[in-house]
């Protein structure tokens, strides 16, 4: 089998080979074509991914192109990384939205609009140029943020996609370490969109663990989604920690104002990473590589890429997919993050209890938001990104969305073809 991954000189993608290097019996990969217009990126990427595999005594092959036509000839699945503009763009999202006093974060609020309103057309672009060499069946697999929005984008058009977080895998695990289960007897009621989530059950041998974890595990689960345990045991539910950012916003606000920004410490691992890639004698993953972010990334991606490409068992995954009345209260064309059923036909969301109004009213309002933010991102317009601006619940004033708007179209101007006209 033939894997694309476009976006390949990204410092995440040794991950996702370590990951296929250690499911070579499930896996059956050989051939993993890295695409990427950054010849030094890629390349010393490309040529650690193959020591990696080497190494792990896998036999596939790692080659490199900046040709999207020929990376992508002949592949079974796509994979999708990108971040249009680079992590200067992404200084820009995390901070413009303070002169509004609103939270900066690269992928809600002002900050994710304007990488949505950037990253859209390219991958509506890649896609229709897959579909045309690799054929309408091949599955893309989108990890390019912001996740919903874009694999909304990607299922409008026809494309067979799947979009992909590793919020809830890495959730997973943390819940089987404290049950002293094995990742794959956790199973979860994930509820809600991507980067708007709550666990809302832990089944092991279809028994709900949540209760007992909320019991005995509250203080070490409120550190790392960054919520307090009163609140979570009130709510019997575990929030993903991009919550923080609705549930804590004016304290998130004023920690940004006196911290680094993100995209400056990312910026400095990748350097550091990208030397240590180009070293000829490393020939294992770098513990540094952990500070990248992306904690169990290639656990998620291949174990899902092997779900709709081995032809085998439907496997239950958490992934972005297309609502179809799993929510009653949504369209059933919104995309929503949810544990699923997954095999070479695709995803199928798992029923789920009804969802009360303290999730359901968010989730709501939020995707509201990004039909907005999409219909933005397709048709551009200094207007409609007002509209989706006013509508998300971390912004929701007339004379923010304005404000934004207007920083947003100047610092991306480079990016929107319309706001060039």
């Not at 033939?2 to 040794?14: D, E, F, I």
């Not at 666990?199 to 307090?228: I, K, T």
């Not at 303290?358 to 309002?365: E, M, V």
């Amino acid at each position: 089998m033939k894997l694309a991954v476009v976006g390949g000189g990204s410092t995440y993608t040794p991950e996702l080979i370590d990951g296929i290097a250690g499911r070579r019996a499930s896996l059956d990969v050989d051939e993993i074509v890295l695409i990427d217009p950054d010849a030094y990126r890629v390349e010393a990427v490309g040529d650690f991914s193959q020591r990696l595999l080497d190494h792990a005594g896998h036999p596939a092959r790692v080659r490199t192109t900046a040709n999207l036509e020929e990376g992508v000839d002949g592949a079974s699945a796509v994979l999708i990384q990108l971040r249009v503009g680079g992590q200067k763009a992404r200084a820009s999202d995390e901070t413009f939205p303070h002169l509004c006093g609103c939270v900066g974060q690269e992928t809600t609020g002002a900050g994710g609009l304007a990488k949505a309103l950037r990253t859209v057309p390219v991958v509506l672009d890649i896609a229709e140029r897959v579909r045309k060499i690799a054929g309408d069946d091949t599955w893309i697999v989108n990890f390019t943020n912001p996740v919903g929005i874009v694999t909304r984008a990607l299922l409008q058009e026809g494309h067979h996609a799947v979009g992909l977080c590793n919020v809830a895998i890495n959730l997973q695990r943390k819940f089987a370490k404290l049950l002293g289960a094995s990742t794959g007897e956790v199973k979860l009621i994930h509820t809600g969109l991507n980067h708007l989530s709550w666990e809302r059950g832990v089944l092991v041998d279809g028994v709900d663990r949540l209760p007992e974890l909320l019991a005995q595990h509250a203080e070490y689960l409120g550190e790392e989604v960054s919520v307090p345990v009163e609140w979570m045991r009130r709510m019997r539910a575990v929030p993903s920690y991009y919550l923080k950012y609705y549930y804590s916003h004016d304290a998130q606000v004023a920690k940004q104002q006196t911290e680094r920004p993100r995209a400056e410490v990312v910026s400095d691992v990748e350097e550091e990473l990208l030397k240590v890639y180009l070293d000829p004698e490393q020939v294992t993953k770098p513990e540094s590589l952990e500070k990248r972010g992306g904690a169990y990334y290639s656990e998620a991606a291949v174990q899902l890429v092997h779900a709709l490409t081995s032809g085998g068992a439907a496997e239950e995954h958490v992934v972005n997919v297309r609502n179809n009345g799993t929510f009653d209260f949504l369209p059933d064309d919104a995309v929503i993050e949810v544990s699923s059923t997954v095999d070479s036909a695709g995803a199928t969301p798992i029923p789920q209890p009804p969802v009360d109004p303290r999730f359901a009213g968010l989730i709501a309002g939020v995707t509201a938001y990004e039909y907005l933010a999409l219909d933005a991102a397709i048709k551009g317009g200094r207007d409609r990104v007002a509209d989706a601006l006013l509508a998300h619940p971390l912004v929701g004033q007339y004379a923010k969305a304005d404000q934004l708007a207007d920083e947003l179209v100047a610092r991306n101007r480079d990016f929107l073809p319309w706001a060039r006209a």
